[in-house]
T-cell receptor
Framework: GAVVSQHPSRVICKSGTSVKIECRSL??????MFWYRQFPKQSLMLMAT?????????EQGVEKDKFLINHASLTLSTLTVTSAHPEDSSFYIC??????????????FGPGTRLTVL | DAKTTQPPSMDCAEGRAANLPCNHS???????VYWYRQIHSQGPQYIIH???NNETNEMASLIITEDRKSSTLILPHATLRDTAVYYC???????????FGKGTRLSVIA
């Protein structure tokens, strides 16, 4: 139980285009979802926290107008990278939490989406 | 900022126990110690967590010192598939997110 999926797993796009990444909790309802990104040989960096039905809270230094987060339902959150540039190339990982998931309140992570902007 | 300190890398022979240390000297009374690992190009995987008592599950054991200022994750019989970056994370109750430090890169050697 407590499975989180992401789609797509890998995407390549041209500079200036927008890319949408989906994150789904498959067998539980996620009251809170988190988005992280990870550059090569670095640790995960939290980008934002979103609660279902409300606006996301962004970490310092993360542009909310560039990284649009929508958490429209208890099983789906989307991250849209707008006007992507090569420096946005990274590994984007979502995470979902529910007090009832697996009987524990820890975060469950998706498999990640590797974005390459040409 | 991460509230934990871990060695950057460790090696372990296959079949032996891997003992991964973590210092969290500023941990508060209501904060838990979580361990996750990340295999290359995958999302982090939950391993175990604890508050003050030692914990064991099918994957690992977690030993927390009495003063709670440090802990050790033990993989009893390491295999090549345990090669990963292991993250020790301190988190309080409620909805606070996990904040990752640099972790320990464990290499299991045949």
């Amino acid at each position: 139980g407590a499975v989180v999926s992401q789609h797509p797993s890998r995407v390549i796009c041209k500079s200036g285009t927008s890319v949408k990444i989906e994150c789904r909790s498959l067998d539980f309802q996620a009251t809170t979802m988190f988005w992280y990104r990870q550059f090569p040989k670095q640790s995960l960096m939290l980008m934002a926290t979103s609660n279902e039905g409300s606006k996301a809270t962004y970490e310092q230094g993360v542009e909310k107008d560039k990284f649009l987060i929508n958490h429209a339902s208890l099983t789906l959150s989307t991250l849209t990278v707008t006007s992507a540039h090569p420096e946005d190339s990274s590994f984007y990982i979502c995470s979902a939490r529910s007090p009832l998931a697996g009987g524990r309140n820890e975060q469950f992570f998706g498999p990640g989406t590797r974005l390459t902007v040409l | 900022d991460a509230k934990t300190t871990q060695p950057p890398s460790m090696d372990c022979a296959e079949g032996r126990a891997a003992n991964l240390p973590c210092n969290h000297s500023t941990i508060s009374g209501n904060e838990y110690v979580y361990w996750y690992r990340q295999i290359h190009s995958q999302g982090p995987q939950y391993i175990i967590h604890g508050l003050k008592n030692n914990e064991t599950n099918e994957m690992a054991s977690l030993i927390i010192t009495e003063d709670r200022k440090s802990s050790t994750l033990i993989l009893p019989h390491a295999t090549l598939r345990d090669t990963a970056v292991y993250y020790c994370i301190v988190r309080g109750v409620g909805n606070t997110p996990l904040v990752f430090g640099k972790g320990t890169r464990l290499s299991v050697i045949a």
